[in-house]
């Protein structure tokens, strides 16, 4: 009983852990245009 109860408490702190990752907001692509512009002068 009481390792499950670990198991349980650690798979919930991880999946808390995954949702607070990554960007926050819409998904966008960038522009290409700082990249563009970039080698244009090099």
Do not use: H
Request: glycine share 10%.
């Amino acid at each position: 009983m009481k390792r499950s109860a670990i198991i349980l408490r650690a798979l919930l702190m991880a999946a808390l852990l995954l949702v607070g990752c990554g960007q926050k907001g819409p998904l966008y692509l960038p522009d290409d245009t700082n990249d563009s512009a970039a080698e244009q002068e090099g």
